[in-house]
């Protein structure tokens, strides 16, 4: 129960199996002036202009500050259910976490299984359960936080809810957005869930050890999703037989190395 | 159906603007969305009603003023309108889109009483 901010957390579960770690990071925003257009006492018009997504772009915001203050490197990875993230994810973290400190983020409607996996892995993570919800928001990753062990230059994976419509709406805080999607899927999939591709920095391509038994155009699918983002990057790989993850964890350094430059840079510490 | 949270977002809002303003209840909440905000105007309608209910915005209409996409041509050099992401450009027909604006979601002014 948040005692900060009295949320409700009645369908929202998380679930780390240990005990919380420190106040949450919730942002205190002054609320904005309100400006009363007619004073008649029938009826008024009242200008707002306030933003839907203002809640969660604060604690966005809140997360955001969080991490660079620890040059953390946060992936918020998204696909439809079944594309692979986990997968990735587990072998993502054995390959990598005596390179640099890992935690995860699991969401999904029920069940801790992913969070169990990663931590079988050996590293740590928390699961949210978002019930009906069928996104997490970056209040949800706040409450996380309190549970997870966060080092300084470190990587967080946030692991969303298998929906490529909902999640793209939803700044986490995060430093990129990655969309997962498999070889199995179809090469329209851009086309069909652009708002997903246009807000996402990295595509990863699952599933390539399949390419044989199927006739999936990838030339096709690279072309539909720079049409809905000309800048988004591509990477094709195997999160079951390891075959182009080089360049995955070569992306994840090169973050990490920003990340970790920038929280120097901001503390006035030039030692390596 | 994220039409459900943005919907309790509009709800927590225009609580405060109760709470500030001193009003008993909404008759109209306008509302702007860009065209490229990926919001379901009949769900979004749909979920503002169940969600209203017992609240001052209870039986409130909603009217919704759509806002288009605004997106930059790398071929044509300007900003043109666009429906959607990955929409081509109307005057080239081209792909090379940088969307500029069209991801807002806001309530803009409340009818009360
Ligand atoms: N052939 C193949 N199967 C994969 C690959 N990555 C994941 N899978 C399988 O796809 C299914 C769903 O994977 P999971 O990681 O749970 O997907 P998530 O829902 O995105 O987390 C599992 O049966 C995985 O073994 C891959 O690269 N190749
Ligand atoms: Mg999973
Ligand atoms: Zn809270
Ligand atoms: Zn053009």
Redesign the interface.
Known sequence: MCTTCGCGTDEVKITSGQQPQRAHVHHHHHHDDHQVHAHDSEARLLQVEQDLLRKNNDYAAANRHFFSQRGVFVVNLMSSPGSGKTTLLVNTVGAQKTRYPIAVVEGDQQTSHDAERIRSAGVPGVQINTGKGCHLDAHMVGHALEQLPIENDSVLFIENVGNLVCPAAFDLGETRKVVVMSVTEGEDKPLKYPDMFAVSDLMLINKIDLLPHLNFDTNRCIDYARRVNPEIEILQLSALSGDGCDAWWAWLSSGLDTARTMRKAAAGDQTA | ??E???SQ??V??IQ??AA??G?QHV?VVR?EIGA???VEPAALSFCFDSVTRGTVAEGATLDIIKVPGRAWC?VCSRVVDIE???D?CPDCSG?????RTGN??????????
């Not at chain 2, 792909?95 to 969307?99: D, F, G, N, R, S």
């Not at chain 2, 807002?104 to 009483?113: G, N, P, R, S, Y």
């Open positions: 159906m994220h459900m949270s943005l977002s509009m927590e809002i405060e603007q500030v303003n009003f008759t509302l490229l905000s990926c790398w959607g992401h990955g081509p792909y090379q889109m940088q969307t807002e979601m806001k309530i803009k002014e409340l009818e009360v009483a």
